[in-house]
């Protein structure tokens, strides 16, 4: 046995009221960012957020890693190319060989001269050598 009551015999239907936001709401890609910065700020719970916002948290989770995907490469580190060093000059024994030398013999000792030899430099070694074997 079948036990109906119908309206019209004066028995009581449930209805439901539904509050708070519809289904298949359309969120501007604005409203997505503030949420989701608001959800990043220190302190924020995901869950508080979204309640107050009237959004699903797993939405807003959703909504976060969409946004990290879409955002560009973090730039936090930069490689370091070196440039190419300079050269460097050639060692005066590496000129010596190229130039024509003077080669003196003073007091058992070999003094080679090479072009572009300080004068300054070259007085005071003769005059160290003279002193030595005097």
């Given at each position: 046995m079948v036990d109906v009551n119908d309206d019209a015999n004066g028995g009581?239907?449930?209805v439901e009221v539904l509050t708070g936001p519809g289904r298949?709401?359309?969120?501007s890609d604005a409203d997505k960012a503030s949420i989701v910065a608001e959800t990043l700020e220190p302190g924020a719970v995901?869950?508080?957020v979204a309640r107050r916002r009237q959004v699903c948290p797993q939405q807003v989770f959703a909504w976060r890693r969409e946004?990290?995907?879409d955002a560009p490469?973090?730039?936090?580190?930069?490689?370091?190319?070196?440039a190419l060093a300079p050269p460097k000059p050639e060692p005066a024994a590496t000129v010596a060989r190229s130039s024509p030398a003077i080669e003196l013999q003073l007091a058992g000792a070999m003094l080679r001269i090479v072009p572009g030899t300080d004068t300054q430099m070259l007085t005071m070694v003769?005059?160290?050598i003279r002193a030595s074997a005097a």
């Open positions: 009581y239907r449930r298949r709401r359309k969120w995901v869950a508080e946004m990290r995907a490469a973090r730039t936090d580190f930069v490689p370091i190319v070196p003769l005059r160290a």
